[in-house]
């Protein structure tokens, strides 16, 4: 075994090679395994949460004892059943530990059919869907899972081909430097395969210290990453239930680990086979006449001469050399400074649309004013068929929320629509009454008139960018009464007038109710100066709540208006008091939207995109910077006798200095310029997508054209520094060795 | 008249027990025009000689003068100038950059120097190689005569005070190195070049106007030929 010979004599004795190759590997698994851990934790951590809503795939409720003993018997595909007694009846949890699709076409059916059976109501069963789709129990389970980890899949691929190239790069250098001693091994007698062999060899006694080596540092990363989650302030800041975080626990998978490792270690030996392959493709003489700077073909550099002069046409015919490996590696940092530079601005303005269609309230512009709680309020006066909430009668439950304690900015507002009395049809009015906090801010600190004056006077001010449509003093509105009618005062109605009534429904009963429309005086004690936020033809009264409320009921009628309160938390740390506060006996709420929370779970999806994304960012440019400092150090390392030759006719060493850090501002100005073009290019897309097709205007204001300038040319300098350290190191070790032992240097 | 002086010229490579003296108290001079040969066994410091001499390898003790200059009196920075304006170094394995042409690597140590190539010299001197026809060539498309010949061409482009040779034609067949050295003898005639010639080779040795025979780091032997003019 001369192959396993020489390949650890060669370890051994290049030691540098060795501990690049070696560092190669470890990078590379320790990607694979990290990512692989973060997945089996996610999928450990979304099991327990499944678990919290029961240990089991399906239960049937409501069962007699004796039904329930008939369901356990009837068939024992299950794995585990448990018969409980629940409100007088008994239930039974099925847990299965294989997949079903093969005994049943649809087991949810079969479930149902079960409920149905016993209990007579079909939906007399509860699914545990998430732990189903986990488990993958079902066909329909697998389909979603499938659908669930594709991406996942997508970023294996895309990572198992990175990772074979940050392999390949590495051990591609390492056989370059040995093309002679292949040419004379092969003189001696040794076979292709057996030259092939020794780098197989290699590989193999590499991979026995990088795979282990990656693997542990892969996972003790993802540990690291885990408990920094973990160490979040999850319930308090993001609002999680503690009992979800509770079932938060670090797992590494075996079977992944196991994936991981034998992936690795196959790459590395395909890697190395394939490069011994491509090393004996040249006969004898040619690699014993090779020499490791040969040259066959070269692309003129007149660009980047004319920019930086001789030096910078030598940098650039030297980095073009090897032009595969130049390509890979602008590619590599190209992308990254593109994911780099594009997403944050886009993934803003996602967020902000997600948040705006999801929760309708959420202004993009101005998320400091946004609610956290939308509440909606109801008071159930004790009149015989009137079970609806009252206009008039919500100075209780608004009191009961600044009561609590645990609100600020409590914003209650009412409005209706009125028109100035003979006015033009065009124009109308819109009548609003306000909480102290909501005419603060509407009028910005500085009131025409205080707001309890305005409260005890009842009167109103005004703002539209239209003096002449309405003067101060008093004036008259048309605005609509309603009523609302019971179902017999509906029904009592004739035809006609039954065809003018609105009748709506309203939490699973039907509202009736009838118009009328009357004209009502108002006094103006003021007006708010804001120029250009009204529109034309229109005018907006504002009063108090209090005048509101001693008003309403003969200004609008005895029907709702708008009765949601939004508040924003004193405290986020109260949250779960809130809720609780919320959840329990508060009578006069009857729902409440909770908006933080919904935020807070869109803050967290976005939260784990970014992550995601900034985890391939990362990788991308880990990548870059590997082959970048491999493709550098050893490309002067290489070159070290010719290096030696030009200062021996003469080049300084400032010379030789400047002329490799051109080497690497090559790379970093090739990749910044391209990532720049595409970084815009896409940003203009993006914006023509979002305008054009997804008609969404205000979001494109996310969108900066600048941001990618800042980022790259960021990016563009620390990938610079990277390089220039890179190809320092071994100038400054070569600078300890005498040019003439370095003229004296072998290939 | 002395263009190249060489006093007490020593040369030590490692210490203790492994300490070898390549060169022990050289001394000799070189007058302006001559071609001088240097021959001697492996081993006996030739090429550590032409080294120093160049001013690639600093001597360990010992003076080298260039046209009454002291050349390691100078710092590194001063020396590259001095290598690339007054010395003209060929190799035995031409030592060409392998991404530059055949014209580019000839002008090289001027374009180093910050000064534009006269393209009327560049044809000279490309004609005068015989390169005329393969100018725009890599030097792994040339063959090793060529590629010496370029190597040569870099050498006397800048017309420095001295040229050295350290076996120019060991990598070469007979026909080449014919070729070669009487390229060589030709500027040594025609642009008056002092050169020095380390060699194994006695038929080009007995072309050169002097001889000095190293032997363990010493001249053993110091002739002249007759060929000079």
Known sequence: ?747 | MELLEIKDLCKTYGKGENEVKALDKVSFSVPKGQMTAVIGPSGSGKSTLLHILGGVDRPTAGKVFLDGQDVYAQNDHHLAIFRRRQVGLIYQFYNLIPVLDAEENMTLPLIMDGRKPDPKRVAEMLALMGLTDRRHHLPSQLSGGQQQRVSIGRALFTSPGVILADEPTGNLDSKNSAEIIALLRKSNRELEQTMLIITHDENIALQCDRILTLADGHIVNDVLTGQGR
């Open chain 1, 1 to 747: 075994m001369f192959e396993g010979l020489l390949a650890w004599r060669y370890i051994r004795t290049q030691k540098r090679h060795s501990a690049l190759t070696i560092g190669s590997i470890a990078a590379a698994l320790a990607m694979m395994a990290f990512l692989f851990t973060v997945f089996s934790t996610t999928a450990g951590c979304l099991r327990s949460l499944a678990l919290l809503n029961g240990n089991y795939h399906y239960c049937l409720t409501g069962l007699a004892k004796e039904d329930a003993a008939a369901i356990a018997a009837e068939n024992k595909d299950y794995a585990s059943c448990l018969i409980t007694e629940q409100e007088e009846a008994y239930r039974i949890e099925l847990f299965y530990d294989q997949y079903m699709g093969d005994i049943y076409d649809d087991l949810d059916a079969y479930i149902s059919g079960l409920a149905a059976q016993y209990t007579g109501d079909p939906m007399a069963y509860d699914c545990n869907t998430m732990l189903v789709d986990l488990d993958g129990i079902t066909l329909q389970a697998r389909a979603n899972a499938a659908e669930i980890f594709s991406l996942f899949y997508i970023l294996v691929i895309f990572l198992a081909v990175s990772l074979r190239l940050i392999i390949d790069t590495a051990f591609e250098v390492s056989s370059k430097e040995r093309e002679r001693q292949f040419g004379m091994l092969r003189s001696i007698g040794a076979t292709p395969r057996q030259t092939a062999g020794i780098l197989t060899a290699e590989g193999l006694f590499l991979s026995l210290l990088g795979v282990p080596l990656g693997t542990g540092a892969g996972i003790g990363l993802a540990y690291l990453a885990f408990r920094s989650v973990k160490g979040l302030p999850l319930t308090e800041t993001y609002l999680i239930p503690k009992s979800i975080v509770e079932q938060l626990h670090f797992s590494v998978s075996p079977l992944f680990i196991g994936i991981s490792m034998v992936t690795g270690l196959v790459w590395v030996l395909l890697s190395a086979y394939g490069t011994g392959m491509r090393a004996i493709r040249r006969s004898p003489m040619q690699a014993l006449t090779a020499r490791s700077d040969t040259v066959k073909k070269v692309r003129k550099a007149y660009l980047y001469g004319k920019l930086f002069g001789w030096k910078g046409s030598l940098a650039s015919l030297n980095n073009h050399r090897q032009p595969k490996r130049y390509v890979v590696t602008i590619l590599a940092l190209t992308i990254s400074m593109t994911l780099l530079a594009v997403f944050p601005g886009t993934m803003r303005a996602l967020q902000s649309q997600t948040q705006k269609e999801l929760s309708g309230y959420w202004d993009a512009a101005d998320p400091e004013h946004t609610p956290d709680l939308e509440i909606q309020l109801q008071y159930r006066e004790d009149t015989p068929g009137v079970t609806v909430p009252r206009a008039v009668c919500f100075a209780e439950p608004l009191h009961d929320l600044e009561n609590s304690g645990y609100f600020t900015d409590i914003d209650f507002t009412v409005g209706n629509r009125g028109r100035i009395e003979a006015s033009d049809p065009e124009q109308y009015v819109i009548i609003n009454y306000l909480t102290e906090y909501a005419y603060d801010q509407l009028c910005e600190g500085e009131p025409p008139v205080p707001y309890q004056e305005l409260a005890e006077s009842g009167e109103f001010v005004v703002m539209t960018d239209q003096d002449d449509l309405v003067s101060d003093g008093a004036c008259r509105l048309e605005i609509t009464r309603k009523h609302d009618l019971t179902e017999a005062g509906y029904n009592a109605l004739s035809p006609e007038e039954q065809a003018a009534c609105d009748v709506m429904s309203w939490y699973g009963e039907t509202l009736y109710q009838t118009e009328e429309v009357h004209t009502e005086g108002f006094t103006i004690a003021g007006r708010i100066q804001k120029e250009g936020v009204v529109m034309d033809h229109l005018v907006i009264l504002y009063g108090t709540i209090d005048t509101y409320l001693q008003t309403a009921e003969a200004l609008y009628g005895d029907t709702a208006v708008h009765c949601y309160a939004s508040c924003k938390l004193k405290d986020l740390s109260q949250y779960w008091e809130v809720r609780d506060y919320l959840d329990n006996g508060r009578k006069h709420m009857i729902s409440y939207t909770d908006l933080i929370s919904l935020q807070k779970i869109i803050e967290g999806i976005f939260m784990v995109l970014r992550v995601g994304i900034q985890f391939l960012t990362g990788m991308l440019a880990l990548i870059a910077a590997v082959n970048m400092i491999n493709i550098i150090s050893t490309g002067i390392l290489d070159r070290k006798r010719e290096l030696a030759a030009l200062q021996s006719i003469g080049m300084t060493k400032r010379q030789l200095c400047g002329m490799t850090v051109l080497e690497c501002l090559q790379y970093c100005l090739t990749s910044g310029v391209a990532a720049l073009f595409l970084s815009e290019a896409i940003l203009a897309g993006t914006e023509i997508f979002l305008y054009n097709v997804m008609e969404m205007p205000e979001v494109t204001g996310y969108i900066s054209y600048t941001q990618p300038v800042v980022c790259i040319g960021l990016v563009m300098t620390a990938a610079f520094f990277v390089a220039a350290a890179a190809s320092f190191l071994p100038l400054w070790q070569m600078r300890k060795e005498p040019l003439a032992e370095q003229l004296r240097a072998v290939d």
